[in-house]
């Protein structure tokens, strides 16, 4: 067993673990953290992205070892239901998720995207999705939201 | 060490399971007395559906599951309307089978149509029984009297009396009245608006509860292996493959697991464990399937639809025509693999799943548990979205059969190649189509389908885990209906539909969002347009032509004024340009009795990389009374946008051994950058009942898009996915 410190939604935690290559993802969960979510462990579909540093990361390609030394922000952190992140926000007005699975990912991934660049063109928004899968089809509404919370919604 | 199942396994501490479990079917709700007290699950009953709390909230129990498709606001909309109270106030509970009546699986767009339509009529049934408990009370006369934002008030005016005083935590001992008065659309206050749904906030701060995220103290996390090849049988196990890493084999008969205390160790044990499978190599050549299906020996075939005398002599001057349509085999491709958690004793199970069809389960895992039904508690936590049946039961029933094997609660979670691989597929489909065209209207037209029968009597599809532990379960194949929409809705004097019932199909099949219709419509409306150009027609004008129903009119011509439609035969102008830009449509009366929807898209094909873009798409869409816009509009953006990735892009892939498109690189789905543009126009028609949303419009995106490439393009393309091979063969038999 090691120690890794990690600083998770501005807090600073201690986790052991025998494996230094321990996804990110299963210490968030393994935390009771469970917004981001298990989709396939391949880094292909953006449901477990959290931000490492400010950028959006698959955490289920992050290794435990790896995310030491950076602060760690999951969706949990990066907005409540009191105090909310404008994409957040956002998608909760366009009324984004249907199953809602790939949600908390694509919103992690549209906040880093706003905070490089503050007004992203459509294209730009979707290039920055790609990566994000949805298979409920909520791609109309992410698009519209993400516009909306960088200030530029019809 | 291996644990072996056995009847007389160990017992443990007992949980405080009831308690527990109810406090997870309300998770993020009031939990009120009723929940202790036995409940009526008989669905005659009021009380089955709905109680009235001491604190004036109204607890509604649905049967019916939402996966995201809004029925948590929209039932609970049905519901407040009857009742005259706001949505607030009710508080809601959802497929639970302890808790909640059986209202049959959540499927065919039945959430509103059967499952919020019967709540509705609880709920109107309530009303009148509140407004006489309330005459008593008053010593007033029904008539005199109204309910009004949880109070059954004089309509003269003046005080009245809360709910809570007439019946608080009581019952109504009441059947459900069908003559019990509805509401007239025209007092509505609550129907018909956009409300927003209750669990979107979660969803988007990470606090809503997956059944991924359902934990019970001493819990197990468990990985199934499943073998390398589809029948194999396992020869061996070499448990000291995994001995280091502190998880423990569990196996019965060829139901193979590794189980942990933490998950990331059973995910290590599961890749690390040795085990031998003996071979199997049973699955037809996947370039071979729509010859393996049209050559099937084992049929059993029947005339689905017989008018006139098809196939008869042609009037002069008639064209015929005869196209061949194929729909490979789809999967689900829920974006989180499946997930369940059991907890299964001697003398009961609860199993957290899931599941479209809690209640409908109930009989199957008390079945292979051999446990009582009435001692078999499923309780549905949402999943990732689920269009039918994904590997949802499958995992329960892993995680069932596990829990029973280890004496623990376990929770197993699918990968992504488990749910790729494993998941039961939306089945092929192949069919013929003949027919013909003279003085702009269909004379003839003769449809053969190749479709997987659903074996008599099957409660449910077949799961895995009792196949491969060798426990008692009903076997046979379930596709759903998925026979209807084989005729063309428009006039047409001589019309027969022959379907070919297979007995067997290359992977274990399900319904798979309105099962079977997006193929059959496919090939259908794709043929309507090769009429319409064959006859030199307008697509539009030729099937206005041939439609006499105003509900299917209007979504057309709606569609066709969204579109900026402009009239005339295809292929257009554009078909040699570098860019070819087109327009098609396909319009579709689902199971002709629901609703009534028009797709126009417009499509770019480029001719250097043989892609197709579709950049935009308009639709039209009747279900009849609306119950919530914004779920319906949101149910329809999903069916338009998941089957432009099926038309697209999907296809599951299969040597002669197993799956092997088991991951989102060989099994690809839409991306945002391949995402349309989308224009939803609904009709509202208050008057007339609600027939469901989140099926319909699946069944127009195939024909609509390759009636847009033909449009644009001069090229045919009538087998699915639509990809940059088919369309370069295309053009190289066009030109």
């Keep these: 067993m090691s120690t890794y410190n990690l600083r998770i939604n501005g807090i600073a935690r201690s986790v052991e673990s025998a494996d230094a290559e321990k996804p990110l993802l299963y210490v968030l969960r393994g935390l009771g953290l469970t917004a981001a979510k298990f989709g396939c462990g391949l880094g292909q579909c953006g449901a477990c992205t959290v931000l490492l540093g400010g950028r959006a990361v698959r955490s289920c390609q992050t290794t435990i070892a790896d995310a030491q030394q950076k602060s760690i922000t999951t969706l949990e952190g990066l907005g409540s239901t009191s105090a909310m992140h404008p994409v957040q926000a956002a998608f909760i007005k366009e009324q984004v998720p249907q199953c809602g699975y790939c949600t908390g990912g694509m919103i992690m991934s549209a906040a880093a995207l706003l905070a490089e660049k503050a007004k992203p063109s459509e294209q730009e928004v979707r290039a920055a999705l790609d990566g994000n899968l949805c298979r409920c089809g909520t791609h109309f509404r992410v698009v519209r939201a993400v516009m909306a919370a960088s200030g530029q919604g019809g | ?735």
């Design chain 2, 1 to 735: 060490m291996t644990i072996s199942m056995h009847r007389d396994f160990s017992r443990r501490a007992v949980l405080k399971g009831g308690t527990l479990t109810v406090a997870f079917a309300l998770s993020g709700e009031r939990v009120m007395a009723q929940a202790a007290a036995p409940r009526i699950l008989d669905p005659k009953e009021v009380d089955a559906f709905l109680a009235v709390n001491a604190d004036d909230t109204v607890t509604v129990f649905c049967g019916k599951v939402d996966l995201g498709q809004g029925l948590r606001i929209a039932i609970r909309q049905m519901a407040a309307e009857e009742l005259d109270i706001g949505v607030a106030k009710i508080t809601y509970v959802e497929g639970d089978t302890a808790l909640t009546p059986d209202q049959g699986r959540t499927s065919g767009s039945s959430g509103i149509a059967r499952g919020g339509v019967q709540i509705r009529q609880a709920a109107a049934t309530a009303r009148k029984a509140l407004i006489e408990l309330a005459a008593q009370h008053l010593g007033a006369r029904p008539n005199d009297l109204v309910t009004r934002d949880g109070h059954v008030v004089p309509k003269s005016g003046g005080s009245g009396i809360r709910f809570s005083q007439l019946i608080g935590n009581g019952r109504f001992d009441l059947k459900l009245d069908p003559k019990a008065p509805l509401k007239s659309p025209a007092e509505y206050r609550v129907v018909g608006k956009p409300l927003p749904r209750p669990d979107v906030p979660a969803k988007c701060t990470g606090s809503h509860r997956y059944v991924h995220d359902v934990r019970v103290p001493g819990m197990l996390h468990a990985r199934v292996i499943r073998p390398p090849a589809i029948g194999a049988r396992l020869l061996s196990v070499d448990e000291s493959s995994v001995s280091g890493l502190g998880a423990k084999v569990a196996r019965v008969q060829n139901l193979l697991a590794v189980v942990a205390d933490d998950e990331w160790t059973a995910v290590r044990a599961a890749r690390q464990l040795r085990a031998q499978w003996n071979e199997w190599a049973g699955l037809p050549a996947q370039e071979g399937l729509a010859d393996a299906l049209r050559s099937a020996r084992d049929i059993t075939d029947e005339t689905l639809v017989k008018k006139g005398a098809p196939g008869a002599a042609l009037p002069e001057g008639a064209k015929a025509l005869k196209a061949t349509y194929f729909w490979p085999m789809h999967s689900h491709a829920s974006l989180g693999p499946s997930c369940a958690v059991a907890d299964v004793r001697r003398d009961g199970a609860t199993i957290w799943t899931a599941s479209q069809g809690t209640h409908g389960n109930r009989a199957t895992f008390a079945r292979f548990l051999s446990l009582p039904p009435e001692k078999v508690r499923l309780i549905y936590v949402e999943g990732a979205g689920c269009y039918g049946m994904n590997g949802h039961e499958d995992a329960a029933a892993d995680a069932a059969i596990i829990s029973r094997a280890v004496g623990r609660p376990v929770r197993v979670q699918w990968s992504r190649e488990d749910e790729h691989g494993w998941d039961p597929k939306g089945p092929a489909q192949l069919l013929d189509i003949a027919g013909a065209v003279a003085d702009g209207r269909i004379v003839d037209w003769r449809t053969e389908m190749w479709l997987p029968q659903t074996t008599r009597g099957m409660p449910n599809i077949p799961l895995l885990a009792p196949e491969a532990a060798g426990l008692d379960e009903v076997r046979g194949l379930n596709a759903g209906m998925i026979s209807q929409n084989g005729d063309p809705p428009y006039a047409a004097d001589n019309v027969e539909v022959l379907v070919h019932w297979l007995k067997q199909t290359p992977l274990r099949p399900a319904p798979l969002r309105s099962p079977g219709k997006p193929a059959n419509c496919f090939g259908v409306e794709s043929f309507v347009d090769e009429l319409a150009a064959a006859a030199g027609l307008d697509p539009v004008e030729f099937r206005l032509r041939g439609l006499a129903d105003p509900r299917g009119v209007e979504v057309i011509k709606r569609m066709a004024a969204r579109m900026n439609w402009q009239p005339r035969p295809s292929p257009g102008p554009d078909k040699d340009a570098a860019v070819a830009r087109g327009r098609g449509m396909a319009y579709v009366h689902y199971k002709h009795d629901e609703s009534y929807v028009a797709t126009g898209i417009e499509v770019a094909v480029e001719r250097a990389s043989r892609t197709i873009r579709a950049e935009r798409v308009a639709c039209a869409h009747d279900c009849g009374q609306i119950i919530n816009p914004d779920g319906v509009r949101a149910q329809v953006e999903g069916c338009i946008l998941q089957t432009l990735s099926r038309v697209l892009k999907e296809e599951v892939k299969f040597d002669r051994s197993r799956v092997t498109s088991v991951d989102w690189a060989s099994y690809p789905i839409l991306t945002f950058s391949e995402a349309p543009r989308i224009d939803i126009e609904l009709i509202d028609r208050p008057a007339e009942r609600p027939i469901g949303a989140g099926e319909a419009t699946c069944t127009t995106i195939g024909a609509a898009l390759a009636n847009a490439i033909f449009d644009a393009a001069a090229i045919r393309l009538r087998a699915v996915p639509f990809t940059p091979e088919r369309v370069a063969a295309a053009w190289e038999k066009s030109s």
